[in-house]
């Protein structure tokens, strides 16, 4: 029996497997538009993500209700995952009914969302926490490295980290400060390439976000530039006889040689299975890997 293929976390030294679940697929309805999975339903896609031998969930406290239902369902299986959440955000009641989700840069904020966090999800320390999507410029001005280092210090996180994108990303390498970065990239958005091997090469761990592209044209909600590249880089012909579009997507993002997890979320046991078997099927073959960068980059050329 194959198993998911394992990674060291950058400096962490967290061995984490290279599939990893977004939780944020169990947010419910409040937030962005998300589905309205029941609460059997997510205990159900919690508990079969573990079982499955993924070890590493990423959540966030804007996430609806994913950390209540991670609290609810998996907090008594602590011990089998790694566990990164988010700060900076909040959850604000809306007249609709709904939860907006803005973001601001304090240390108040942060502290209430750390305590938050580990309220809801029924545990004692979070592995990862990070900066959500936080500028260098509020960073500095909020003293926001100072109060992360602060609730390191008290032991409610592990390591401090950030989800971010370029044109921030080299100066958060220059920092050296960030254990992990979480960084989107797939076939379909390769823009981040290179700063993620600059990253990893100065000991960063690499969490990557998107890796599957939303399971790319096949996927129940596609998006519609990502179909528009697939289809103007003829990615379908390139396809192995029995391989999906999500697949071919999901093991070129595991392709990259720096690529430690990345975050794939569903609702669907069925689709976390293919997942699964996906990533343990391992990286694409050199040459297969090779024209899908050529097609691609000729594509947006």
């Not at 904020?109 to 580990?118: D, K, P, V, Y």
Request: proline share 4%; net charge negative; glycine share 8%.
């Amino acid at each position: 029996m194959t198993k998911l293929p394992r990674r060291t976390l950058g400096r962490t030294g967290l061995e984490v497997t290279q599939l990893s679940f977004g939780a944020m697929e169990v947010r419910g309805p409040k937030v962005w538009g998300g589905r309205d999975p029941s609460e059997e339903e997510a205990d159900r896609i919690l508990n079969a993500v573990l079982d499955a031998g993924i070890n590493f969930i990423d959540t966030a406290g804007c996430y609806g209700l994913s950390e209540e239902r991670i609290g609810r369902f998996i907090s008594d299986r602590r011990n089998e995952y790694v566990l990164a959440t988010k700060c900076g955000c909040n959850l604000v009641d809306t007249d609709d009914g709904r939860w907006d989700t803005p973001h601001t840069w304090d240390r108040d904020t942060l502290l209430r969302n750390i305590e938050q966090s580990l309220t809801r999800m029924k545990i004692d320390y979070v592995d990862i926490w990070q900066l959500h999507n936080a500028q260098p410029d509020a960073i500095k001005e909020g003293g926001l490295l100072d109060v992360m280092q602060e609730v390191k210090d008290q032991g409610l996180v592990r390591f401090i980290s950030i989800s971010s994108t370029l044109p921030y990303l080299d100066e958060y390498i220059e920092w050296g400060t960030f254990d992990t970065f979480q960084i989107p990239y797939s076939a379909l958005e390769m823009e981040h390439h290179d700063v993620i091997t600059r990253a990893a090469e100065a000991g960063m761990g690499i969490i990557i976000r998107g890796g599957i592209a939303k399971g790319g044209p096949e996927s129940d909600v596609p998006q519609q530039q990502r179909v528009d590249l697939w289809t103007e880089a003829g990615l379908a012909k390139l396809l192995p006889a029995g391989m999906t579009s999500a697949e071919m997507i999901l093991r070129y993002t595991l392709t990259h040689p720096h690529c430690d997890t990345t975050i794939v979320g569903t609702l669907n046991p069925d689709h976390l299975a293919e997942n699964v078997a996906a990533a343990e099927r391992g990286p694409l073959n050199a040459d297969l890997y090779e024209e899908i960068t050529r097609r691609v980059a000729e594509a947006r050329a």
